[in-house]
């Protein structure tokens, strides 16, 4: 492919009712031009450029401004975020902005939406394009009036002549930009003059969503559409031997029983029919050899790769100190189960589902109906990484192909819980080494564990790796990572193996703080390069926790920081033990992710991952006997409750850097805050997840 300039990546068009089309295009991560593409039915027409396209701008003559979303909302704002980006350099009315939700479509780039990258990708080529239109429509305008383009400016979807006070809507101006060519790029804006971006505007959706208009995938209906819900083998990688379905066919509102390739759906007028006739089903699996895993023998494999791995290492002449940290399996629990719906035709397919990934979503339902797919995007009632997956959207075409109707396959909790990709259990080994002044000449970190191993996401030795590496400068550093292959299914978990990895290097770091009587801030700052971003959010979290000052009595303290894509966090958890039970008061938080979008959705996503980070502490496991997840609800895998929620405050460091994410970064440093907070208060560390009463005695 050849390469493009910055004055390829925008293009300008327009619609056959007029509307000014702006489109942009990024080179690095448009397909390859080898990549095969099945033609897609379109729904609802999009205007086609002139060449593939990433993002969709259109201004039609009523003035309305819409912007073509390609990323999935799933509660983090991206929607909200990436229309302020494009109206401040537009100098747009705010009230007529509107977004709309791209389908699944290979020709514009990437659109899974996962590792909080939304707004980092697209910051700039967002002001860019916005700035091509304004641009444009201020020339359009001063050719009009006979006046130099220099002396009108743009404001709120308007251009003004300064000399004469002179205006025209931007809806007025539409037709004669078809005419006007820019000469050169445009100036974007001074950031002391931003209007929209570093403000919290209420979220464009905000409304529909809590009017109860907004549309999820649970949601979706449609004309003869029925209810599916799926007996799966209860054993990872079992199969269906064969099945009895005399009762289930006479439950009252059951339609059919098929099989499909992932085990046997129960098709209803009703979920809850459905759900009745599945109960009365009478299945036979074959388990297969995964009955051999259980949660103690997968942990005896991470054991035995260790013990290998570690076998030769040695001290050098130092004083040493070793440590053993785990974590177990974890489910996503999102609020919102999966779901999806399916309509499968001789000429094509439509699935309406909610997804991180459309894009594979479309391409592995291909592969199982043999006809041309088009994927429409609703809202997520969550993600957190398990809608990376497309295993539900494959069952929901199978079913529908298979009684040739519309289909919604309905996910209960249990499913949810039994059927997930987890994330993926570690053990860490660690070691430390300083010589008789104190000096850290020795520093080890390895993981093992297995990698990821779904259908559409797989990772081997590198995802392990993510965070792996110590920030502190230490002299004699090393990290391995152990890939260990475990056949039970596993995929990306909010902030991914991230949060292991803080867990182990930010709880080792304390207790070497200790052992060498170091404050754990003060050596924190001391052994981080002066350039190192992650000090600015130390000492923010230091100077708004009072760290220097005594902690309320019955208390701990502890402090922990990673970053994660470019976002540097520091967390300061104020907590105290009673009943051997752990309450935290109050967390400090202090990010630095760049310029800032919208301020209230930063604070917001740090407070959801502080929920997220301690549930994995407190509450949440996984465990594996005979093959198969022991867990089933909210009631064996509990999550944090509302009387549980520490007091919260966040804190954002001025940055004029282009903007990183948030969705994910604050899940690392919560739980070793927690961590280090327990051992300041009671002397015990914890080096596993969750706590348990026992090791608070």
Sequence with gaps: MATLTRRD????????????????????????????????????????????????????????????????EMGQGVRTSLAMILAEELEADWSKVRVEQSPANTAIGSQTTGGSGSIADHYSILREAGATAR??????????????????????????????????????????????????????????DFRFIG???????????????????????????????????????????????DKTRSTRSVRDVVQVSNGVAVIAENTWAAIQGRNALQVKWDEGTNTKYSSQSIRQELVDAMDKAIANESTQSLT???????????????????????????????????????????????????????V?????????????????????????????????????RDDDIQHDFYRQPTYHWMRAGWDTDGNLGLWRHYIAGPGLNGIAYRAGREVLEEGLVSPYNISGRAVQALLVNIPLPTGPWRAVMSGPNALANECFFD??????????????????????????????????????????AGRGRGIACHNYHGTSVAMVAEISVENSAVRIHKVVCAINCGRVIHPDMVAQQMEGSIVFGLTSLLKSEITIENGRV????????????????????????????????????????????????????????????????????
């Excluded at 809507?169 to 002391?192: F, H, I, N, W």
């Excluded at 109860?212 to 083998?233: F, H, T, W």
């Excluded at 779901?339 to 291909?366: E, L, Y």
């Excluded at 405050?649 to 948030?662: A, K, L, S």
């Design 630 to 697: 022991q867990q089933s609800s909210f009631l064996d895998y509990p999550i944090l409750q509302m009387n549980e929620m520490p007091e919260v405050e966040v804190y954002i460091v001025p940055n004029d850097r282009e903007p990183t994410g948030t969705g994910e970064m604050g899940v690392p440093p919560i739980v070793p805050a927690v961590v280090n907070a327990i051992f300041a208060l009671t002397g015990k560390r914890i080096r596993h997840t969750p706590i348990r009463p026992a090791d608070l005695q």
């Design 199 to 245: 403000t919290s505007l209420p979220r464009i959706d905000d409304l529909e969503i809590v009017t109860g208009k907004a549309i999820y995938g649970s949601d979706v209906r449609l004309p003869g559409m029925l209810y599916a819900v799926m007996a799966r083998c209860p054993v990872f990688g079992g199969k269906l031997i064969n099945f009895e379905a």
């Design 320 to 374: 040493t100190i070793d440590a053993i940290y785990e974590t177990p399996y974890l489910a996503h629990a999102a609020m919102a189960p999966v779901s999806c719906v399916a309509h499968v035709r001789a000429d094509g397919c439509d699935i309406w589902v909610g997804t991180q990934n459309p894009q594979d979503v479309q391409q592995f339902v291909q592969r199982v109906v043999k006809v041309p797919t088009e």
């Design 135 to 192: 641009d444009m429509l201020i020339l359009a305008a001063a050719q009009m009036w006979g006046v130099a383009p220099e002396e009108c400016r743009a404001e709120q979807s308007t251009v003004i002549h300064a000399a004469t006070n002179k205006k025209l809507s931007y809806g007025e101006l539409v037709t004669a930009a078809k005419d006007v060519r820019l000469t050169k790029s445009p100036q974007l804006k001074d950031p002391k």
């Design 376 to 412: 429409h995007v609703t809202l997520l009632g969550g993600g957190f990484g398990r809608m990376l997956e497309v295993d539900y959207a494959m069952e929901a075409a199978e079913i529908s192909q298979a009684i040739g109707v519309p289909v919604q396959v309905a996910w209960t």
């Design 9 to 72: 990546f925008l293009k300008v068009s327009f619609t056959a009712a007029g509307a000014l089309l702006i489109t942009s295009y990024l080179d690095a991560c448009a397909p390859s031009e080898a990549t095969e593409v099945v033609p897609a039915r379109t729904s609802t027409p999009i205007p086609e450029p002139v060449f593939k396209a990433n993002l969709f701008i259109r201004i039609d003559k009523d003035g309305i401004v819409t912007l073509t979303i390609h990323r999935s």
């Design 511 to 552: 207790e070497v703080a200790t052992a060498l009587k170091k404050d754990p801030y003060q050596f924190r700052m001391e052994l981080l390069d002066e350039n190192n971003e992650l000090r600015s959010v130390l000492q923010l979290a230091a100077e708004k926790s009072n760290w220097d000052t005594p902690v309320t």
